[in-house]
């Protein structure tokens, strides 16, 4: 079984169109993040909750809203779409958020914006 | 802010060579430093540095943190092809998230 596993694998959409991007992990993790990688492999924290309480909220447009329903699963919904938005989604999971635990990177959901 | 700064950005060797990474980084209230290997997909743990001078070894990769200087190296002997991907440092402060540098891009060609 896959720990942490996103869907879409790959998502292709037009300008303006709303999407959603889900991520759930079976490791009991408390923790649970959204990176986004660009075009240059730079990875960069977007937001993070923990145990469904949102703990992280970078400088991110609010086209951009996370959503936990249970420590289990955090989605990502983009409303509005933009080509900026291109890039590769990453989900990941910790144990506890403030502790020196790795994290656990889902397999990424690549966004294509035309 | 946090730095994380790796180098080089990208690097070419061939089979056989020991290649050595650098990740320099400025950090409020250091806690630990990772480093990961990134092939098609998901980063991929390697080693969680948190003491200075105690070196990880797993194979033919190795690491070592300095935190008097503020920096890592991450050495990789006797590279094969499979080692070709980009390698991610980074670094944990007293908050939530890791911190990314930006990677190093290895090539090892037959």
């Known amino acids: 079984d896959t720990a942490v596993s996103q869907t879409p694998k790959y998502l292709v959409t037009q300008m303006g169109n709303d999407k959603s991007i889900k991520c759930e992990q079976n490791l009991g993790h408390d923790t649970m993040y959204w990176y986004k990688q660009d075009s240059k492999k730079f990875l960069k924290i977007m937001f993070s909750?923990?145990?469904?309480?949102?703990?992280i909220n970078e400088t991110v447009p609010n086209r951009f809203s996370p959503k936990s329903p249970d420590k289990a699963h955090l989605n990502l919904h983009i409303n509005s779409l933009e080509l900026g938005d291109s890039a590769v989604y990453f989900c990941?999971?910790?144990?506890?958020?403030?502790?020196?635990?790795?994290?656990?990177f889902g397999s990424g959901t690549q966004l294509s914006v035309l | 802010e946090d730095k994380v700064v790796q180098s080089p950005l990208s690097l070419v060797v061939h089979e056989g060579d020991t290649v050595t990474l650098n990740c320099s980084y400025e950090v409020t209230n250091f806690r630990s430093l990772l480093w990961y290997k990134q092939e098609k997909k998901a980063p991929t743990f390697l080693f969680m540095l948190?003491?200075?001078?105690i070196e990880k070894k797993s194979g033919r990769l190795s690491s070592i943190l300095d935190k008097k200087e503020l920096f890592s190296i991450l050495n990789i002997t006797a590279t094969q092809t499979g080692d070709s991907a980009i390698y991610l440092c980074?670094?944990?402060?007293?908050?939530?998230?890791?911190?990314f540098g930006k990677g190093t891009s290895l090539l090892v060609t037959p």
């Open positions: 948190t003491s200075s001078g």
């Open positions: 990941a999971s910790s144990p506890r958020a403030a502790f020196n635990e790795k994290l656990f």
């Open positions: 980074a670094v944990k402060n007293a908050g939530y998230a890791l911190n």
């Open positions: 909750y923990n145990n469904k309480e949102l703990i």
